[in-house]
Protein backbone atom coordinates (compact mmCIF):
# COMPACT_ATOMS: atom_id res chain seq x y z
CA UNK A 1 0.00 0.00 0.00
CA UNK A 2 1.37 3.54 -0.96
CA UNK A 3 0.97 6.38 1.18
CA UNK A 4 0.47 9.66 -0.60
CA UNK A 5 2.24 13.29 1.13
CA UNK A 6 1.79 16.72 0.14
CA UNK A 7 3.10 18.09 -2.46
CA UNK A 8 6.16 19.77 -2.71
CA UNK A 9 6.90 23.57 -4.48
CA UNK A 10 10.74 23.75 -5.15
CA UNK A 11 11.47 27.51 -6.39
CA UNK A 12 14.85 27.55 -5.77
CA UNK A 13 18.28 26.63 -7.52
CA UNK A 14 19.65 25.57 -4.59
CA UNK A 15 19.43 21.95 -3.88
CA UNK A 16 16.70 20.86 -0.81
CA UNK A 17 16.05 17.58 0.91
CA UNK A 18 13.59 15.96 -0.76
CA UNK A 19 13.54 13.22 1.87
CA UNK A 20 13.52 16.05 4.96
CA UNK A 21 10.45 18.22 2.73
CA UNK A 22 8.07 14.99 2.50
CA UNK A 23 9.12 13.30 5.54
CA UNK A 24 10.44 10.48 4.03
CA UNK A 25 13.48 8.52 6.00
CA UNK A 26 16.53 8.14 3.50
CA UNK A 27 16.99 4.88 2.37
CA UNK A 28 13.31 4.27 1.92
CA UNK A 29 11.81 3.81 -1.32
CA UNK A 30 9.25 6.58 -2.90
CA UNK A 31 7.98 7.25 -6.19
CA UNK A 32 8.23 11.54 -7.58
CA UNK A 33 5.78 13.20 -10.07
CA UNK A 34 7.14 16.04 -11.38
CA UNK A 35 3.52 17.98 -11.62
CA UNK A 36 5.12 22.01 -12.98
CA UNK A 37 5.66 23.23 -16.50
CA UNK A 38 9.27 23.16 -15.54
CA UNK A 39 12.08 20.01 -14.93
CA UNK A 40 14.21 20.06 -12.28
CA UNK A 41 17.15 18.55 -10.81
CA UNK A 42 17.45 15.47 -9.09
CA UNK A 43 20.86 14.05 -7.06
CA UNK A 44 20.90 11.10 -4.67
CA UNK A 45 23.96 12.47 -2.25
CA UNK A 46 24.83 11.89 1.63
CA UNK A 47 25.60 15.81 1.44
CA UNK A 48 24.16 18.51 -0.14
CA UNK A 49 25.33 19.30 -3.80
CA UNK A 50 26.81 22.58 -4.62
CA UNK A 51 24.20 24.75 -7.12
CA UNK A 52 26.87 23.89 -9.64
CA UNK A 53 26.79 20.03 -9.31
CA UNK A 54 27.23 17.66 -12.05
CA UNK A 55 25.75 14.18 -12.91
CA UNK A 56 22.06 13.63 -11.13
CA UNK A 57 19.25 13.17 -13.40
CA UNK A 58 17.20 15.74 -15.26
CA UNK A 59 13.50 14.91 -14.72
CA UNK A 60 11.14 16.78 -17.48
CA UNK A 61 7.70 18.01 -16.75
CA UNK A 62 4.00 16.82 -16.61
CA UNK A 63 4.05 16.43 -20.42
CA UNK A 64 6.67 14.29 -20.62
CA UNK A 65 6.95 10.47 -19.70
CA UNK A 66 9.97 11.18 -18.17
CA UNK A 67 8.56 13.60 -15.39
CA UNK A 68 7.76 10.35 -12.94
CA UNK A 69 11.15 8.65 -11.45
CA UNK A 70 11.07 6.23 -8.66
CA UNK A 71 13.62 6.27 -5.48
CA UNK A 72 14.86 2.84 -4.93
CA UNK A 73 15.29 1.36 -1.26
CA UNK A 74 18.52 2.05 0.22
CA UNK A 75 19.38 5.22 -1.33
CA UNK A 76 21.20 7.76 -0.18
CA UNK A 77 19.28 11.22 0.31
CA UNK A 78 17.32 12.76 -2.82
CA UNK A 79 18.12 16.58 -3.36
CA UNK A 80 16.33 18.56 -6.03
CA UNK A 81 16.52 22.17 -7.80
CA UNK A 82 14.88 23.74 -10.64
CA UNK A 83 16.75 24.36 -13.80
CA UNK A 84 16.41 27.71 -14.04
CA UNK A 85 16.44 30.65 -11.71
CA UNK A 86 12.90 32.54 -11.06
CA UNK A 87 10.75 29.33 -11.94
CA UNK A 88 9.00 26.78 -9.62
CA UNK A 89 7.83 23.40 -10.31
CA UNK A 90 5.45 20.90 -8.05
CA UNK A 91 6.67 17.43 -7.19
CA UNK A 92 4.17 14.89 -5.93
CA UNK A 93 5.87 12.57 -3.62
CA UNK A 94 4.41 8.37 -2.84
CA UNK A 95 5.70 6.52 -0.48
CA UNK A 96 6.20 2.78 -2.27
Known amino acids: MSESLQDITI ?3 EFISLNAEA ?3 IGDA ?11 YLIESATQPTDNSNGGV ?3 NKYHPTSTIQI ?3 SLNS ?3 V ?3 GKSTTI ?4 V
Open 79 to 81: WAR
Open 23 to 25: GIT
Open 11 to 13: NST
Open 58 to 60: LVS
Open 92 to 95: YPEV
Open 30 to 40: FWIQNKGFYPF
Open 83 to 85: VNN
Open 72 to 74: STG
